[in-house]
């Protein structure tokens, strides 16, 4: 069973920058495509960013392009999402999430295999 634990939420005002962590365990990552998704207060979860196996290949929500990014350390079997520049409508619960499925840039929920259990974001204004 593939576990991920989400590191490294907060609060902070727009402007600032966080770095999340995802450190995973039981699984052998690099046969995973990972993906960061959130979940605004009162919406559905949404897509972030997701990352190939290897990280050769990275995709983004037109929403986060040029201020987020997603990376992999397969060394030590943790993602991370760089996020700059927030914004008060970035404030979210934010989810590892891991897909037995080969990249195909954007993935959707229902493709996921493994979540975290959310790490929270809140951007004050």
């Known amino acids: 069973q593939v576990q991920l634990v989400e590191s490294g939420g907060g609060l902070v005002q727009a402007g600032d920058s966080l770095r999340l962590s995802c450190a995973t365990s039981?699984?052998?990552?690099?046969?995973?495509?990972m993906a960061w998704f959130r979940q605004p207060p009162g919406r559905e979860r949404e897509f972030v960013a997701s990352?190939?196996?290897?990280?050769?290949?990275?995709y983004y929500a037109d929403s986060v392009k040029g201020q987020f990014t997603i990376s992999r350390e397969d060394a030590e079997n943790t993602i991370y999402l760089q996020m700059n520049s927030l914004k008060p409508e970035d404030t979210a619960a934010y989810y590892c999430?891991?897909?037995?499925?080969?990249?195909?840039?954007?993935?959707?929920?229902?493709?996921?295999?493994?979540w975290g259990q959310g790490t929270p974001v809140i951007v004050s204004s």
């Open positions: 999430a891991a897909s037995a499925r080969r990249f195909d840039g954007y993935l959707s929920p229902i493709r996921v295999d493994y």
């Open positions: 039981g699984g052998t990552f690099i046969n995973y495509t």
């Open positions: 990352i190939s196996r290897g990280g050769g290949a990275t």
